[in-house]
T-cell receptor
Framework: EAQVTQNPRYLITVTGKKLTVTCSQN?????MSWYRQDPGLGLRQIYY???????DKGDVPEGYKVSRKEKRNFPLILESPSPNQTSLYFC?????????????FGSGTRLTVV | KQEVTQIPAALSVPEGENLVLNCSFT??????LQWFRQDPGKGLTSLLL?????REQTSGRLNASLDKSSGRSTLYIAASQPGDSATYLC??????????FGAGTTVTVRA
């Protein structure tokens, strides 16, 4: 089944404790992206990657890091989480090379930073 | 910058009524437009994808139209059911991959 898999689904952590949210897709998509969703603010892009070793900032990159060492994986790293990073996070992937060029989203990771 | 607007923000209808959800976008140079469904606290499920060369797409009770010249897309859901209650999001996809989402329309179908 074609899918984007995020782990963990739920995470509660303390301020300053480094964490990584993993994202993996099995569709050979070249494009991957991270979003956060907050009430009243909608979906906002954090980082995106056009291909392996190519990443760039989205609208709200502060406090986050990403890496793209393999085509299928795009982890989101919070090196020193703060309470304002409490949110629902989504990973997504897409392709321009194989059609139909839509986006596939993961099931989300609900992060709480206390 | 692409701005996507969805009207209305919320909609409540009795079961069986047809639903009409509107999406407008400011930049007509889109690659395609995608409609998603989101249940509370859950992920985004793709409903329909309309490529820029197409006028509409259909899947079961769902039909989405696209008018690039006027910057509008409409999602029709026929014979609504309580299970259709969710938030519906439209997203405009430009050539540079960066999705622009609307704020969504929250639908409640009353049994």
């Amino acid at each position: 089944e074609a899918q984007v898999t995020q782990n963990p689904r739920y995470l509660i952590t303390v301020t300053g404790k480094k964490l990584t949210v993993t994202c993996s897709q099995n569709m050979n998509h070249e494009y991957m992206s991270w979003y956060r969703q907050d009430p009243g603010l909608g979906l906002r892009q954090i980082y995106y990657s056009m291909n392996v070793e190519v990443t760039d900032k989205g609208d709200v990159p502060e406090g986050y890091k990403v890496s793209r060492k393999e085509k299928r994986n795009f982890p989101l790293i919070l090196e020193s989480p703060s309470p304002n990073q409490t949110s629902l996070y989504f990973c997504a992937s897409s392709s321009r090379t194989g059609g139909p060029y839509g986006y596939t989203f993961g099931s989300g990771t609900r992060l709480t930073v206390v | 910058k692409q701005e996507v607007t969805q009207i209305p923000a919320a909609l409540s209808v009795p079961e069986g009524e047809n639903l009409v959800l509107n999406c407008s976008f400011t930049d007509s140079a889109i690659y395609n437009l995608q409609w998603f469904r989101q249940d509370p606290g859950k992920g985004l499920t793709s409903l329909l994808l309309i490529q820029s060369s197409q006028r509409e797409q259909t899947s079961g009770r769902l039909n989405a139209s696209l008018d690039k010249s006027s910057g509008r897309s409409t999602l029709y859901i026929a014979a609504s059911q309580p299970g259709d209650s969710a938030t519906y999001l439209c997203a405009a996809l430009p050539g540079d991959y960066k999705l622009s989402f609307g704020a969504g329309t929250t639908v409640t179908v009353r049994a």
